[in-house]
């Protein structure tokens, strides 16, 4: 199998190694090899943070500038700031609000490197469910609607119902199905 | 079916740790070593196994410890940053001549970049000065195995061994399966030989030479661990050009080389820089017209390397000095050198034109800052309120970043927030002048290395303020407990230290404890301690700033959420933002004004004493 490799971005406490565990989670029960690369320490006090996944038969945790498959960023800055990471014809999550993303000076490259970008106002769409903890989940519903790598959505909420506390699972998935709607409305199907 | 789950590297060698046997495990934490102790509870818990494991109060507490067991026949083991090794050197260079009988694993992990380090150091450097072996691993599942290999080597030559597993193997996540776990009954059995165990320089010389030995034979060993030091040659042939990795960047460059399907470069890996498998080294050497070395953080296999004149690496400028050797920085020194060597390049390019991209849009630089809520923030408003000419001695902890409050002058090293303040306290004395001093350290820095210096001070006639930010509980590295709590590393009660009755303890005749949520009244314990300071009898003034962390237990640290909203007296002055520095409070364009980021706004009401128009009000209701 060819190796995938996935970015995930945001900022520290926004839950981006909650998101790299289910997808981990995911490859593993498909008999997958991963190997992820995550930050800790200070920078998860708000700073920028960046966590690595590939799936395949690897030895280093790292993606390469240029090989990334896909990336979910949690904050439009950090989008931008990882663009180096994506590969010819990746794909781009974004949880973001604005309504000119992506920017001006970016469309040149993007369209250049046929990468596609996808915008969702997770961030919104967690508070209104009262989760503001669950935007990742929000953009993780978002992705899995366009069936990028080696996971199903179903796989994707299957895991996010196994690995959720009790307390948490309903309003978990509650978020990831409404991001998992709108991916699916922009798709049309 | 095999069972498999993801660990974290620090799993992974936790999980090495139990299938070997130890059954003593210390540790101080620090990043990126801080998660081998828990997970190590987690698999004793799991595992029904009674291993034994503390938070010692610091690295060098953490080694004597793991010592004491490992020469009572134990197999022990002590985990810490590559920086805590500092703290532990005393111990280990003596540990190193003294030598063991039971396994005895310094596992010391390394922080190229750095992320979250004071230094880059390269704990492989420290080894060959302890004269130690080390073993360093490119992935969780080689760090797992080596902990196994450590502590054998350990045992059968009687000498400490070091693990030094780098950041991206510490936090790296990996697949592993899982083996079965047996248990360890080997006794305790401290055999009494005072000419070794308290040896005399006279023993020490003895020793030495033995040590040396001892060495001599690991490295013959090493020759022939193919397993961990393994080349590609084919025998008989010549290449131009061959590569010695190690560690992370072996991992990193292995797999550049298999993308590119670069059959045509040799690659050594060493996966046991010391003793140095020389005969391995020398067979690539001489296969090879020039030879490339690709290794984290410094300069040591580059060394070791006989002939200097076939080698490039950070001496020859070919491989930068300083920061981690991520992918895109290994891609690119392997294609300068095959440029310059007229061979053909990488395919794959370095994505420099994003790079450029990314660089024009000037994005703001995210800087870590103070959680919302956290009670440090009011701490040092209220510091900088109250003594805002001080010079602000600090240390390591998320407190250093009491930076972006402006509160925060200098970060030494551990402890160095009360030393550095008796320093400058003394420095200008000398001169006539009352210059005042306001040092702040975490609860768990205080207890890893504050009272010796307190008591310097205290002894030495220093005068400052010292306020000590408990929030009950080692933040920064992930919510382990201090010995205040109460609670040891594997969940049991433990006897709480009370930080009040050391300070008394080493002197200090000012102590207040106050909850730093309060900022007037912190304020005017702060001016008050000035005012002793200051005084005839002036001395050192102790403040203990107690609250709990918001993120260790949001509902202790804040039982009685307050909604706060701006109101349109806000002249927009930033003084909340620049002086403050909540994350919540951010410069709304279309107000034209202050506002507040509901999405992460704690709710914890402190930012309503700070307002000078009063524009932060309560929401009522």
Known sequence: METTNIVLCGLGGQGILFMTKIFAQVALGKGLNIMGAETHGMAQRGGSVVSHLRIGQVESSLVRTGAAHFLLALDETEAYRNLPFLSKGAGMYVSTHAGDFPRQETIGFLEKNKIVCHAIPAATIAMELGAPLSTNLALLGYFSAFGEGPMSKEELRGTIANISPDQLRESNLKVFDTGLKRGLEEKGE | ?621
């Open chain 2, 1 to 621: 079916m095999e069972r498999q789950e993801i660990f974290l590297g620090n799993g992974a060698i936790a999980l090495g740790l139990v299938e070997a046997g130890s059954q003593v495990v210390t540790s101080y934490p620090g990043t990126p070593s801080s998660e081998i102790l828990p997970e190590v509870v987690r698999l004793i818990k799991s595992e029904g196994l009674n291993t034994y494991v503390e938070w010692s109060t610091n690295e060098k507490v953490a080694l004597d410890n793991a010592f004491a067991a490992a020469i009572s026949g134990k197999r022990a083991a002590c985990c810490m940053k590559q920086v805590g090794l500092n703290v532990a050197a005393d111990s280990l260079m003596s540990a190193a001549y003294l030598g063991t009988r039971g396994g005895l694993l310094i596992i010391s992990c390394d922080d190229p970049g750095p992320h979250s380090s004071q230094t880059e150091q390269d704990t492989r450097f420290m080894a060959r000065l302890a004269k130690v072996p080390v073993l360093d691993p490119s992935n969780p599942e080689e760090a797992r195995q080596m902990v196994g290999l450590g502590l054998d080597i350990s045992e059968e030559f009687a000498i400490p061994v070091i693990l030094r597993p780098a950041i991206r193997v510490c936090h790296a996540r990996q697949n592993i399966t899982f083996k079965t776990i047996k248990k360890n009954d080997q006794k305790a059995s401290f055999e009494k030989d005072p000419m070794r165990w308290a040896a005399t320089p006279r023993f020490r010389f003895i020793l030495h030479g033995e040590l040396n030995k001892k060495l001599e034979e690991i490295g013959k060993r090493f020759d022939g661990l193919s397993q961990y030091n393994f080349h590609d040659l084919e025998p008989g042939k010549t290449y131009p050009l061959g590569i010695v990795a190690g560690g992370v960047p072996y991992a990193v460059t292995r797999d550049i080389l298999s993308e590119e399907r670069r059959t045509d470069i040799p690659v050594l890996k060493i996966g046991t820089p010391f003793p140095f498998p020389e005969a391995l080294a020398s067979e690539l050497m001489s296969a090879c017209e020039q030879v490339l070395v690709i290794e984290e953080t410094d300069t040591f296999i580059e060394y070791l390397l006989r002939d200097r004149n076939k080698v490039l690496g950070r001496l020859s400028g070919h491989v930068a000095r300083e920061g981690e050797l991520v992918p895109e920085v290994v891609h690119a020194l392997i294609n300068r050198v095959l440029k310059e060597l007229d061979l053909a390049p990488l395919e794959a390019d370095g994505n420099g034109e994003a790079m450029e991209l990314v660089k024009n849009l000037q994005l703001p630089v995210r800087r870590p800052t103070l959680c919302p809520g956290c009670p440090h923030r009011p701490a040092f408003f209220s510091i900088r309120k109250a003594r805002p000419k001080a010079i602000f001695t600090s240390d390591i902890g998320c407190y250093t970043l009491g930076l972006n409050l402006g509160v925060v002058d200098t970060c030494l090293d551990m402890g160095a927030a009360i030393t550095m303040a008796s320093g400058f306290y003394h420095a200008y004395a000398q001169d006539g002048v009352e210059q005042p001093i306001v040092a702040t350290i975490g609860d768990s820095t205080f207890f890893h290395s504050g009272t010796a210096g307190l008591l310097n001070a205290v002894y030495n006639g220093a005068r400052f303020i010292l306020v000590i930010l408990d929030n009950m509980i080692t933040a920064m590295t992930g919510m382990q407990p201090t010995p205040a709590l109460g609670i040891r590393a594997d969940g049991s009660e433990g006897k709480a230290i009370s930080l009040e009755r050391i300070v008394a303890g080493c002197g200090v005749d000012f102590i207040e404890v106050v909850d730093p949520y309060d900022i007037e009244k912190t304020t005017d314990i702060i001016k008050k301690a000035a005012d002793y300071v200051a005084g005839p009898d002036g001395g050192v003034a102790a403040i203990i700033a107690r609250h709990p962390c918001v993120i260790a237990d949001r509902q202790e640290a804040i039982p009685q959420k307050k909604v706060v909203m701006i109101t349109d007296d806000c002249t927009d002055c930033n003084f909340c933002i620049d002086r403050f520095e909540c994350p919540a409070l951010y410069h709304d364009e279309e107000l034209g004004r202050t506002n507040i980021n509901r999405e992460i706004c704690s709710d914890c009401g402190v930012c309503l004493q700070i307002c000078p128009k009063g524009a932060i009000v309560e929401v009522e209701g």
